[in-house]
């Protein structure tokens, strides 16, 4: 299974991008955060097993950081 991450900058600039792992998806929001100049214990960076538990009962994944930059993670294809 691949993951889709959308990421919605303060700024208004949106992004996206197809990862194969959720380690792969966990290593660029932490350096999302760090890019962005913030603490990832501040900011609560995911886990990949906290990630995986919230998409065993859930559709998709959904974080804000403190500047309201916001990431959605949800697993592709969608309905596999």
């Given amino acids: 299974m691949k ?4 990421v919605n900058f ?9 990862y194969n792992t959720l380690s792969e998806v ?3 929001i932490k350096q999302l955060i760090q890019d962005e100049n913030f603490d990832i214990q501040k ?4 886990s990949v ?3 995986k538990k ?3 009962s ?10 309201d930059t916001w990431y959605h993670i949800q697993p592709y294809p969608i309905f596999g």
């Avoid at 900011?43 to 995911?46: G, H, I, N, V």
């Fill in 3 to 6: 993951y889709l991450l959308f």
């Fill in 10 to 18: 303060s700024s208004g600039l949106k992004h996206n991008s197809e």
């Fill in 26 to 28: 966990c290593e660029s």
């Fill in 43 to 46: 900011e609560k960076a995911p």
């Fill in 49 to 51: 097993n906290s990630i």
């Fill in 54 to 56: 919230h998409l065993e």
């Fill in 58 to 67: 859930n559709d998709d994944y959904f974080n804000q950081l403190s500047n």
